[in-house]
């Protein structure tokens, strides 16, 4: 036969009902007996409980009880047929009359005894069962089964011990009496040996369904709930969890220890004993496969962990002395807790022996404190213990699996994965077992810790990105664009989310409050609810998130933007930018911010800081990492020039083509920046460092061919008239380069450690002869490359390719 379990959400509603009504038509074979334990209705039992606290402190609890005795009526009026109501009806009243004298009887005599709560709270499933019964058997033969006349337990009322001996013998009485039909069996609820009311605890209904599947050696047992079986994590806390399909018992049980709220631990021991399957189902889902727990998983499942649990509000508790190497220590130290009634979440202990700290309960904390001080009251005074040290702001996170067992490197990458997102690992506790590794962190980390985690060991589908965006000038504006162009196909085709979280300019700042920024219409947002542009409190915002894969995207030319990337690394951010400032500026800091990206394990990305969106600098790298020996480098890295020097032709002047190159957004606002060479030679400074060599900004020989009073022109408008002032210089050289069928190049040449920008006039089998528009070209010669060198070549200025070199950047971020 199949046990069916179905939790207080399962009957919480008359639309939950009607689900769990067509689940038992299906599962319901014919020829033989179903068990279906229900528990009682949602939110019942704890309300009961607050009954009995208020009848205690003598709170009114009247309007509280006629809401509960309306909600059963209600529930019996909407889904049954007035000629079969009236004896449930009865059942309820009678059943709160009971409930009122019983309060009346805690109110007047000031006290509860667990025998009289637990007589209390189990009249949630004696209502909630014989109404599931009554439903059921409108379609098919159902009869109800009261769990108290099988199951018999010691009398510890509120957390009863099962007598397994005389319930297996009662089970196994009522067996032979079973007919084909469905039986409704209240859960939770048991007696003892006094026929008294006792209750199995936490998880109790679980318990229930686990006994009698055990019992009867069942099929299987179904747990059905609200949740699609057991998540890889919790969902609540990441967004990229998924349902696992099939579990062992053992990490089921371990998953289950550690926060994992699906099923209660205690009730898998009865299945197991017997090897009974165990499937976990949504019943507001019954189509989802759930989770199926067996003895072992299945071999195909190649996941090296199968969760990842986390438990909150707990309190680590240290004890450093020297008497802790003294025998017997711990066993003092633990009976003590113990007698107390205090449960110990995680062991741990140094090999020094000079320390041991455990986690318990938050709730327990004051407790264990005062056990603790108490028994070692005279090792405290004569210092051989030191005061006790307690970290109320800790949480556990545990990765569970059965493949983790004499897998190398386990440890190593959660520890690395942790440490590479700025995550401090304040204990650790792994059993011999294998199946689980335990780590204490700060509470502030959970839900990074846990995304991390989750994205190292079980491969999300889904990559995402967390970006804040700096500069919303042309290339800013147009790397939004892109994104919001790109978003559908690269969740469909690549598996990346990119989440954009914050958006600053020099003027307003736009930061998300929980979900991302709508960059559809980011401009909107930034105008209407921006605030006033702060770059450190921007910053500040970026480091408290704690989000893991955030990256933060540099499309400005500021130096105090710059000036951040060390902070940010230092707090485990990867940047990537289009600003040349940082690697073009001092040799020192260069070598700084590669450093600290290494270290914290970032990314540091800059193609376009050379060639805009061609692949120069990576190429470069490629290059040396394999060994090759880099020659020469050849090349024309101004987009800007290129689009002039092609476009300075026939009758137009120097200062027209300038002007166009300006107004089609090639230039600078001041052309000059362009023209004087020096951003060329910023580009071939970064590709000397990228190949090895520590030379500054004013080693390089730049010849400029800008006569000098363009140079100097006070203003651009000035600089303009000075152009046309100059045209017969600028003319000469184009009919030079015409007479001798050459062309003007801006050319950068790295070779012998020296760099050189200056114009040349190159000849018809010069590979930068053919040069067209604003493209770039750069051309390596290696010991590999020597008689034909490797060539770039491709659009080198222009926002459009610029942010897509950004945006390729972003997406090579690796996630940590």
Known sequence: MKVLKFGGTSVGSVEALKKLKLIVEREKEEGKPLLVVCSAFSGVTNTLLNTTEMAMLHQDYQSTLLQLEQLHYNMIKEILPVAVQNPLLMLVKGNFNLLEDLLSSVAHLEELSDKTKAKIIALGEQLSCPIVTAY???????????????????????????????TLQNIQQWGLQLLPKTYVISGFIASNANKETTTLGRGGSDYTAAILGAAFDAEEVQIWTDVNGFMTADPRLVKNAYSLEYISYQEAMELSYFGAKVIYPPSLVPLIAKEIPIWIKNTFEPEHIGTQIYKKREAHDKALITGISSIDKVALINVV???????????????????????????????????????????EVEKAKKAIEEEFRLEMETQKLQHLEIDTDISIVAIVGERMKKTKGISGKLFSTLGKNNINIIAIAQGSSELNISTVISKADLSKALNVIHDAFLLSPVKTYHIYCAGTGNIGQEFL????????????????????????????????????????????????????????????????????????????????????????????????????IGNSGSFAQYLTLKHLAAKNGVNFHYETNVGAGLPIIKT??????????????????????????????????????????????????????????????????????????????????????????????????????????????????????????????????????????????????????NLSGSDNIIAFTTSRYQNTPLVVKGPGAGAAVTAAGVFADLVRVTTL
């Open 481 to 580: 664009k892109q994104i919001h162009q790109e978003t559908d196909n690269l969740l469909k085709k690549h598996n990346i989310e990119i989440k954009v979280l914050g958006i600053s300019n020099t003027r307003k700042m736009i930061l998300a409050n929980g979900s991302p920024i709508h960059i559809e219409n980011w401009k909107q947002q930034l105008e209407e609810k921006g605030l006033e542009a702060d770059l450190q409190t921007f910053i500040r915002e970026v480091k408290k998130k704690q989000l893991p894969n955030t990256v933060f995207i540099d499309n400005t030319s500021s130096k105090q933007v710059v000036d951040e990337y060390e902070n940010l690394f230092k707090n485990n951010i990867s940047v990537v930018t289009c600003n040349k």
């Open 620 to 769: 470069l790298q490629d290059l040396v990492i394999s060994g090759d020996e880099v020659l020469k480098i050849e090349a024309i890295l101004s987009g800007t020039i290129s689009y002039i020097f092609n476009h300075y032709t026939g009758d137009k002047s120097f200062k027209d083509v300038v002007s166009e190159a300006q107004r089609l957004g090639f230039t600078e606002p001041d052309p000059r920046d362009d023209l004087n060479g020096l951003d060329f030679s910023r580009k071939m400074l970064i590709l000397a460092r990228e190949k090895g060599l520590a030379l500054e900004l004013e080693d390089i020989k730049i010849k400029n061919f800008l006569p000098s009073p363009c140079l100097e022109a006070p203003t651009v408008e000035n600089f303009y008239q000075e152009l046309s002032h100059h045209e017969e210089y600028f003319s000469g050289l184009k009919k030079q380069a015409e007479k001798e069928n050459k062309k003007l190049r801006l050319i950068g040449v790295l070779e012998n450690q020296e760099i050189t920008v200056e114009v040349k006039m190159v000849e018809t089998s010069h590979p930068f002869y």
């Open 321 to 363: 002395g020297t008497m802790i190497r003294l025998k017997g220590f711990s066993a003092r130290l633990f009976s003590t807790l113990s007698s107390f009634n205090i449960n110990i979440i995680l062991i741990t202990q140094a090999s020094s022996e000079h320390s041991i700290s455990f986690v318990i309960a938050l709730e």
């Open 136 to 166: 059921l058997n409108l379609s098919q033969p159902t009869e109800y089964k009261d769990a108290r006349t099988l199951i018999s337990t010691n009398s510890n009322y509120l957390n009863a011990e099962v007598a397994f001996d005389i």
